[in-house]
């Protein structure tokens, strides 16, 4: 897959001040429990849709990236707690919780998977800390890049058989 690079001088300077004041790790957490979606290999490697979009963000970006795994039940604890930094596992953006967390741009809109046997109350996004509004702005400027340069819909098709593009107009 190649990946388009637009740089724009607020968006590389953002991510300047971000990536200088924020020289660690980004820590992910998620689950590894759902295919296609978040799975390890044989090898104890995470695959699926949402690694494949953890690769993008974090290269957009030009975050150093790693996984944290928790159980379901635990990931917005986990988040408040420090554990990792954001959270990519399928997290809907509903108004229960947003009452805990902060979410980046959907990068799957509402009703999605309806096609595959599984629909979204509400759209996906990256569930992230509201005490670090630097790290949500890289997050949502990769998005954005991503979503216009083709990348995700192309890795949805890849992931999820036939979905093509017109995913993001379903009721």
Known sequence: MILKNVTATALA???TM???AHAE?????????YQPYNYLDDEG????????????????????CEWVLSPQEDLIGNLQAGNFDIIISAMEISAENQLYIDFSEEYLPLGTISTLGVTLADPVGIGISSSNPALLASLNAALATIKSDGSLDTLVSAWFEGLDPEYRNLP
């Open 13 to 15: 300077a953002s991510l």
């Open 18 to 20: 971000f990536t200088s």
């Open 25 to 33: 790790v980004i820590r992910i957490g998620s689950i590894a429990e």
């Open 45 to 64: 490697e995470m695959q699926g849709f949402e690694a494949g979009l953890a690769s993008l963000i974090c290269l957009q970006a030009s975050l150093n």
